[in-house]
């Protein structure tokens, strides 16, 4: 038993956001680090300082290739933090950078790293007020990694989280489901008809504040990254301890991805999305927000694709296309490492 | 000269913190990051939000080896940003902690490092409320890279900053200086005195805390880390538009210190410090906060070591033991790659 544990080694899965990464987490960090605000496993921890409700959020990017269609490493690191911010229905203010460097990495690309952030966090209407950077020996790092760390404040009232589901609300997905994770998977296998994917990297905080001006009865804010769809539905199941019922024939898929996973034999439920949200929201205001949603240039295909039940609790299913139902585990094992 | 841009790369003197780490800022960040906060160019922001002011510091560790005597890369990745936020004159209150994993990393030496940082953060007060975890795989990363981003509240009139020192100021130490950088060093060349230098690694917010106390009258605060005391001071010096002079016989170096650098032709003020901090603060209040600083466990053996002067405005220099006077310039070059 002590020589089991003392050969326990870190796989690649453990980062995948899968059930691997849900049992680090429990099993290695929980018990070092328990508190009330961590065990919350939201995307933020939501911080009262003073009478505010500040939000926080921290992510390290580690995407390989580093450029890719539709973004890059800087792109991402930008949005992705945003959008965890935004998912706890915060407004994005601050963000802190922390680069890691290899020896050797050309300045140049660095300066297109840095331009796309630039960019994106201008976009974004965040500011970049702190940074770090370290440098190590060539071979002790790949190129670049990027931490982002943001700062954002929550209007009182407002209370989102993944505990927060109820049976009868609306699942909301706000557009084609896994461009960002068949981008990468295209360009790295160096596949034919990668440049016709892109990923879909984009912030979406504007389209967070949209969505509630247009309803206080938002329960769950979620961007669906690693492990995609099928991942964060299944966490969401857990921690409201309700069902999930998901219509298959509902979920946006670009005919492009579809093709590919059929011919790679992938889910689109499992692929990463860098640039849309998941919303469970209540029944009575779902067809709104889903206007509102459309109404924003990131939401344009976004569609109602299931709903909260009190059949199978804790987990997710799907009426198939030709009729069964079946259930979507949450991703086991690594379906493809180094995605954000 | 097109060329020459396209071929320059990064190198392991970019993260010195010396002279390469300040122009790969001023030349290569700024332009693309430039905003009122960032410029400041300290340890630490401080963000006005709502009414309240905000500290808030990032740092990645890619320390090595990430076990040494007196500390590890979790003990330092707590203590370091604590650290950073003290010196804004904050009290530092939570910590996000993002980790990059290489595949195969022992997760008995994880649970090493998550011990550490539990006790550390535990012994500085702050909690550790928000992570991520990425893996990479095997190759891409050297063990472990721990980033951690944290968040204080400074008190109203507080103010505190690299541009503050004033001539006729003292600079005190809070002690021995160079125990980190050797300790590392020492480990890491396999020498035979190594056991015999600690890391300094402390958190000092509780000292911070007792000298803004004590005296409203501290200008700067700063850790003298990469790049040493010498670099931190010249960096001062810069911002201030004051000339700093320094006592070598005044400045406390542990015996072994002193002994191992003149093995190794090294020069303690430029070693790395992890527990220590240096203090501009006005003449009238000097001896007041030194006493209080002395109280504290981690400043025993503090010491005025200077004061700052209208000579050599923008410079450091040194009366030496034996009379004389030279220039301490900024660290140039890595004199020792990953020291924290």
Do not use: W
């Not at 059930?19 to 018990?31: M, N, Q, T």
């Not at 919350?40 to 939501?46: E, G, H, L, S, V």
């Not at 190590?136 to 929550?154: E, Q």
């Not at 024939?249 to 996973?261: L, M, N, Q, S």
């Amino acid at each position: 038993m002590i020589k089991e544990r003392r050969d326990k080694r870190i796989l690649l899965a453990h980062g995948s956001g899968g059930k691997l990464s849900y049992e680090l987490i429990e099993e290695v960090f929980a018990p070092y680090f328990e508190n009330p605000i961590l065990n919350q496993f939201n995307d933020q921890a939501i911080l009262p300082i003073e009478g505010i409700d500040l939000a926080f959020s921290t992510d390290t990017y580690v995407v390989s290739p580093i450029f890719f269609p539709g973004g890059d490493i800087g792109k991402l690191a930008i949005c992705g933090t945003v959008n965890d911010l935004a998912m706890g229905g915060a407004i994005p203010l601050y963000l802190s950078v922390g680069f890691i460097l290899e020896e050797g990495f050309p300045v140049g690309d660095l300066k297109k790293i840095l331009r796309s952030m630039a960019e994106a966090a201008k976009e974004a209407k965040v500011t970049i007020v702190t940074g770090d950077t370290k440098v190590v020996n060539k071979g002790s790092a790949d190129g670049i990694f990027i931490n982002t760390t943001g700062i954002g404040v929550r209007k009182k009232g407002i209370d989102i989280g993944g505990d927060k589901a109820r049976v009868g609300d609306k699942v909301i997905v706000s557009g084609f489901i896994g461009d960002h994770g068949m981008a990468i998977l295209l360009m790295r296998e160096g596949l034919e008809f990668q440049g016709e994917v892109k990923s879909d990297c984009a912030p979406l905080n504007r389209l967070v504040s949209q969505m509630l001006d247009t309803s206080s009865n938002i329960h769950v804010l979620r961007d669906p990254t690693r492990g995609g769809v099928a991942t964060v539905l299944n966490e969401i199941a857990l921690r409201s301890l309700v069902g999930i019922r998901l219509e298959e024939e509902k979920i946006p898929v670009r005919e492009e991805v579809r093709a590919a996973c059929e011919i790679l034999g992938l889910d689109p439920l499992y692929l990463a999305n860098e640039g849309k949200l998941l919303a469970i929201v209540g029944k009575e205001d779902a067809e709104k927000i889903l206007e509102t949603i459309k109404n924003n240039p990131y939401g344009k295909n976004a569609e109602i694709i299931g709903e909260v039940v009190e059949d199978y609790p804790r987990k997710v299913f799907m009426k198939t296309r030709i009729g069964g139902t079946r259930l979507v585990d949450m991703l086991v094992g690594e379906q493809l490492p180094r995605i954000c």
